[in-house]
Nanobody, 122 residues
Framework: QVQLVESGGGLVQAGASLRLSCAAS????????TAWFRQAPGKEREFVAA??????QLYYADSVKGRFTISRDNTKVYLQMNSLKPEDTAVYFC?????????????????WGQGTQVTVSS
């Protein structure tokens, strides 16, 4: 089992940047593909970005491409968010999957963190 703990969320103005972190408990973390999803009030949870195990290939939702960057090391996954927009407001979750390439469906992910709130004011 992998325990995931997100941090780094907050309230910022449009155009600002935030860096989210997700710490993993398991030494096997590096064997998983990892991803960030987000869920805005009243909306479905949606894929944001993923990074594959081994080769570290990157995948992004069209809505964040060019503004967000996912990265990882052996124990953490990060999401650098630049040029934030009010529509980026959501709870952000990190998660892991044993699949390659990393899927975009939340049902294909095994373990989830509790989420961190990101609020972007206009």
């Amino acid at each position: 089992q992998v325990q995931l703990v997100e941090s780094g969320g907050g309230l910022v103005q449009a155009g600002a940047s935030l860096r989210l972190s997700c710490a993993a408990s398991a030494p096997t973390f590096a064997t998983y593909s990892t991803a960030w999803f987000r869920q805005a009030p009243g909306k479905e949870r949606e894929f944001v970005a993923a990074i594959s195990r081994s080769l570290g290939q990157l995948y992004y939702a069209d809505s964040v491409k060019g503004r967000f960057t996912i990265s990882r090391d052996n124990t953490k996954v990060y999401l650098q968010m630049n040029s934030l927009k009010p529509e980026d407001t959501a709870v952000y979750f990190c998660t892991v999957s044993s699949l390659y390439p990393p899927p975009r469906a939340q049902g294909d992910y095994l373990y989830w963190g509790q989420g961190t709130q990101v609020t972007v004011s206009s």
